[in-house]
């Protein structure tokens, strides 16, 4: 706390001198008593936005209004620190604050309340619920409803029952998950048990707020515990149906494994594997993982022998990954990237012990195309076998595509595979206006350049030439 003891002493003394009351709250005192306050800081006033924002703008060097309607006013504020420069702080200000959704009502009803403690009982958990006052010489700490004693326990228990707190905002449903996993904690019996009896009241919550949260979720460093509260709980169930559907029954013979903790095993591994991308965490990587195997309950086939298949779950998947993204409002191009890995998971196994042309090599760059090295990843994340034979041996067949893709892409810039002749050369060799006869000629020139690699020039004229006799004739 005595890092940041400057800027809340000095904001706490303008409230203060205005007449307002001023309070470190919510996450920032999370953090700080856990030893991980990074430099944004939330702050709650008895002062309305408009009193805030006067006090914030001559106070910071910057000062954001975006979330006025809702009571907080930010600004970026900069401090001196002995040896160590200047640290910039991110500062929110909130008033008193009494929200609650209708029970017919996708947005809250934003509600200005007029003391501490009725802001306080209002927040989600009790570990959110402690404060500091600022106006205070050394600050007051300011824990009415134990959150010091649920920190110490490491469990996640509302301020008031849980009932009242999730009808408030049902939201909170998916927030003890995403707690669950971010800090490590266990949810108490009773938010287990309201979780699960009001998992239907989480349709009233707009599907970006869903989408968010279902995001900062699986972007903690340990996701697996917070994604399987929500299967527990049935709130799965409502936000992604395809996670719990993967706890498929299993034969007295467990002729397949166990689908749903394999794909939980696979997000973890994918996860270990992050270091590989230059920015991480990852939220492509994390939603490949976790859907790569979502086409299985729709093909899953019994067959003579005792033998259990899923032909073809990697199409059917990607076609139930596309469609649950866009329902979540996920952006176009991460749903694109996240269907396009799944679609390409089992491609790998085609591969085997090395039996692919540098051709096959080639189309698998070329399909993966940005993708690629997520695509390595989910591939070796997909192996959680238990045989470590079979392990070692996938591991090696990969290791040696990888080595492939490397040679090749020095010899020929795979990244950027083009075929040998444009359109406009094309179009003059064969002295053809614009239009698809153009276009199958370019795709006739790449899977020639994907089977026999680069050609010159001269070459690739002849290969056009013959192709254009033969089609002709």
């Not at 800081?41 to 006067?54: H, M, N």
């Not at 849980?162 to 938010?191: I, K």
């Not at 997000?267 to 990852?282: M, Y």
């Not at 940005?370 to 591939?379: C, F, P, V, Y």
Request: glycine share 8%; charged share 30%.
């Amino acid at each position: 706390m005595l890092r940041i003891t400057p800027v809340v002493g000095r904001l706490g003394r303008l409230f203060a001198d205005a007449g307002h009351e001023l309070y470190l709250v919510g996450g920032s005192v999370r953090d700080a008593l856990l030893g991980q306050l990074g430099h944004d800081l939330d702050l709650t006033t008895s002062a309305r936005p408009d009193d805030i924002e006067r006090l914030l703008r001559g106070f910071g060097s910057a000062v954001w209004t975006v979330g006025k309607a809702f009571g907080t006013i930010g600004c970026k504020v900069e401090s001196a620190v002995p040896g160590a420069g200047v640290e910039e702080w991110v500062v929110e200000v909130t008033t008193f604050r009494s929200d609650a959704y209708r029970s017919d009502s996708r947005k809250p009803e934003v509600s200005f309340g007029d003391s501490l403690t009725e802001d306080l009982v209002r927040r989600d958990f009790r570990v959110n619920a402690m404060a500091i006052d600022v106006t205070v010489p050394g600050g007051t700490f300011v824990d009415p409803y134990d959150g010091l004693d649920d920190l110490a326990a490491g469990v996640i228990r509302t301020p008031g029952t849980a009932e009242q707190s999730f009808s408030d905002d049902p939201l909170r449903m998916m927030r003890a998950a995403r707690f669950a996993s971010q800090l490590g904690f266990t949810v108490s019996e009773d938010v287990a048990a309201a979780m699960t009896a009001m998992a239907d009241r989480i349709d009233i919550i707009s599907a970006e707020r869903v989408r968010d949260e279902l995001t900062k979720l699986l972007l903690t460093s340990s996701p697996r515990a917070g994604l399987d509260l929500l299967v527990r709980t049935g709130i799965a169930d409502r936000v992604l149906p395809e996670l719990p559907a993967l706890r498929l029954e299993r034969d007295e013979h467990h002729r397949h494994k166990d689908v749903y903790q394999h794909s939980l095993t696979v997000l973890e591994q994918a996860i270990e594997l992050e270091h590989r991308l230059e920015r991480r965490p990852d939220l492509v990587n994390r939603l490949a993982a976790l859907l790569h195997d979502i086409g299985k309950p729709a093909t899953r086939r019994f067959e003579p022998g005792g033998k259990v298949s899923f032909h073809h779950h990697d199409v059917v998947g990607a076609k139930l990954t596309r469609r649950r993204m866009k329902e979540l409002r996920f952006s176009a191009e991460e749903t694109k990237a996240v269907s396009r890995l799944v679609e390409l998971h089992l491609r790998f196994h085609g591969y085997r012990d090395g039996q692919w042309t540098d051709s096959a090599v080639r189309r698998y760059v070329r399909d993966a195309g940005d993708q690629l090295e997520r695509l390595h990843i989910l591939t070796r994340a997909d192996c959680t076998t238990r045989n470590q034979r079979k392990a070692a041996r996938l591991r090696q067949a990969y290791d040696d595509l990888e080595r492939r893709i490397g040679e090749l892409a020095e010899q020929e810039e795979l990244e950027a595979i083009r075929p040998d002749l444009d359109g406009n050369q094309i179009m003059a060799l064969l002295d053809l206006p614009p239009g698809p006869e153009v276009g199958q000629a370019y795709r006739h020139l790449l899977d020639f350049r994907m089977e026999h690699g680069p050609a010159t020039p001269e070459e690739a004229e002849a290969e056009l030439r013959r192709w254009w006799a033969e089609r002709s004739a």
